[in-house]
């Protein structure tokens, strides 16, 4: 069975700095597929990346950054430079590839972001 | 594109009554999935569909909750003789996925349900 885990489940921060959130993963298939969404006050869960697991590049993307480790079977996300409108829950999740009935999605539990002015 | 809408966006029902919910997937998306969250917790999946299909149900969907996905395009949940810990907000998502591999799902705004 897969499983996330985010370890952190609170993080609070003044404007500016940096933030990792940590993001632990479990499962035995070989392909599968690793995703960080972004749940604002507004309850939305807003995509932020999507990775595949035999694509071990860290990506960046404005003021995001992602660090995939299969050794590690971590998948971290760090803000530079947050800011306040970077405040919500933060989710890892997990799906496992080629499955003919479709790719659900395995949540951790969040890691909620409070950034102070 | 328009994203995925849900509707309502909240319902508060008394315990017993019946519930439906609608989701309107983005357009074109061959998939679409409901998933429930309850306070403080990640979403869990309940059931997925592939155009009119429903391909795969957890074991948290019991039998008071039917899904269905007429025509593959919209789909609508309903909760029956609804209990206190159907409390939770419901979550539908909608991907598209021509052949193999994975897909990214996209998330609607969520219906809050609250059964007194």
Partial sequence: AQKVTQAQTEISVVEKEDVTLDCVYETRDTTYYLFWYKQPPSGELVFLIRRNSFDEQNEISGRYSW????STSSFNF????????????????????????????????GTRVLVKP | DTGVSQDPRHKITKRGQNVTFRCDPISEHNRLYWYRQTLGQGPEFLTYFQNEAQLEKSRLLSDRFSAERPKGSFSTLEIQRTEQGDSAMYLCASSYLAGGGGDTQYFGPGTRLTVL
């Fill in chain 1, 67 to 70: 660090n995939f480790q299969k």
């Fill in chain 1, 78 to 109: 760090t803000i530079t430079a947050s800011q306040v409108v970077d405040s919500a829950v933060y989710f890892c999740a997990l799906s496992e590839g080629v499955k003919a009935a479709g790719n659900k999605l395995t949540f951790g539990g």
